[in-house]
Every structure is written in structure tokens, then in C-alpha cells.
């Protein structure tokens, strides 16, 4: 059964700072990972997809890379900002179409 | 693009009383939906895989007769709790999977409050 871990749970920075989101899974056998963020009582909004054949992707200030072998991905947030306050969440597709999503970060970025 | 609503944003019932919501691909055709959960501080939780003109299917530990799932359209799903009750209150969440284009990324809605009294 495919488990997905996201390392920190939380996370509070100053403005500014470079940080890492960390996501594991324990089954490589996947199609794509996604990033996305949710904010507080929202619904969730998609951050960055990459397909299994791809190393990584970038979006603006974000960047995501995926190590399918050892069951990482890691999501890079330069320049944080209090805007980017929110739950990150990581998702893997298990099959075409089904997907596992991680325990999330909460992350604050204080001005 | 590719833009999901749900109905209604949120809604608060009677411990016993039916709620139905709604999930809708508004700008394109979809015939795989799917239902997630989320309780208060927790992730996303799939429910179960709506597919178009048939019956869906649902994941272990989730009551198919009380969880009623329609998916009539190529654009439409529906939810119902059955005989809800205080614990079925939660952030339901849908996403929809476009048939054009042949890729696997699906597409959230907004997600539909319920809490049941």
C-alpha cells in the first residue's frame, strides 16, 4: 500500500528565506507527483505536476524534483513571502489515475 | 481551463437528513471523477472513483450505500450522505479527469463544508 510522508508538518521562516518541502513514498511504481497548496478551509490549488519520465519542474520562484527510484521529491520556494503561508501538499498517482496524498506541510512565512 | 465547481460551498444539516452535492467540469468533458474526504487537520482521503454511466467504485471502508454516488454526464457527479450523522462532518473535496488530451493530471473543486448537527 502506497504511503506518502511529507517532512517538516510545519515549517515558520522570515521573509525571504529559501526553503525545502520534503515528500517520500514508499512504492516507485508511480505516473506523477504533484504539488499542491491549500489554503486554510479552501480547496487545493495545483502548485507543479511531473510526470514519472521527468526529473523535475519549475514555476516561477518554485521548483520540484523527483527521484522516482528512491521515492523522494523535494518542492524549493525562493524568496519566500507571506503570501506563500499555507498547507503544502504532495500527491502520487497510484495507477493512471488514482491519488495518494501525503500528511502536508504547514508552512508561515512571517513578515 | 479546466475548471471544477462544487455545490453547494458548504452546508449544514440535521443528524439524519440527506445532503446531495454536486461536482461539475465546466469547460470540459470528463468520465472519471473522483471523491475525497478531508477531515480537520488531516490530508485528502479518496472516497471513491466515479465513472460515467456506471457504477463507482469505492474504496475499503467506505460504505457504498451510505456514500451514493451518480455520475449521470459527462460533466456531472453527485454525492449523496445518506442519514448523515455528526461524524460524516468534514471538507469533501472532487476532482475531475478530462477525456481530451490523454493526460493523467486531474482537476480539483473549491470543496463542499458539511457539518452535520
Known amino acids: 500500500k502506497q504511503e506518502v510522508t511529507q517532512i517538516p508538518a510545519a515549517l515558520s521562516v522570515p521573509e525571504g528565506e529559501n526553503l525545502v518541502l520534503n515528500c517520500s513514498f514508499t512504492?516507485?511504481?508511480?505516473?506523477?507527483l504533484q504539488w499542491f497548496r491549500q489554503d486554510p478551509g479552501k480547496g487545493l490549488t495545483s502548485l507543479l505536476l511531473?510526470?514519472?519520465?521527468?526529473r523535475e519542474q519549475t514555476s516561477g520562484r518554485l521548483n520540484a524534483s523527483l527521484d522516482k527510484s528512491s521515492g523522494r521529491s523535494t518542492l524549493y520556494i525562493a524568496a519566500s513571502q507571506p503570501g506563500d503561508s499555507a498547507t503544502y501538499l504532495c500527491a502520487v498517482s497510484e495507477g493512471f489515475q488514482k491519488l495518494v496524498f501525503g500528511t502536508g506541510t504547514r508552512l508561515l512565512v512571517s513578515p | 481551463g479546466a475548471v471544477v465547481s462544487q455545490h453547494p460551498s458548504w452546508v449544514i444539516c440535521k443528524s439524519g437528513t440527506s445532503v446531495k452535492i454536486e461536482c461539475r467540469s465546466l469547460d470540459f468533458q470528463a468520465t472519471t471523477m473522483f471523491w475525497y474526504r478531508q477531515f480537520p487537520k488531516q490530508s485528502l482521503m479518496l472516497m471513491a472513483t466515479?465513472?460515467?454511466?456506471?457504477?463507482?467504485?469505492?474504496e475499503q471502508g467506505v460504505e457504498k450505500d451510505k456514500f451514493l454516488i451518480n455520475h449521470a454526464s459527462l460533466t456531472l457527479s453527485t454525492l449523496t450522505v445518506t442519514s448523515a450523522h455528526p461524524e460524516d462532518s468534514s471538507f469533501y473535496i472532487c476532482?475531475?479527469?478530462?477525456?481530451?488530451?490523454?493526460?493523467?493530471?486531474?482537476?480539483f473543486g473549491p470543496g463542499t463544508r458539511l457539518t452535520v448537527l
Open positions: 466515479s465513472n460515467e454511466g456506471s457504477k463507482a467504485t469505492y
Open positions: 512504492d516507485s511504481a508511480i505516473y506523477n
Open positions: 511531473i510526470q514519472s519520465s521527468q
Open positions: 476532482s475531475a479527469l478530462p477525456v481530451a488530451g490523454g493526460g493523467n493530471e486531474q482537476f
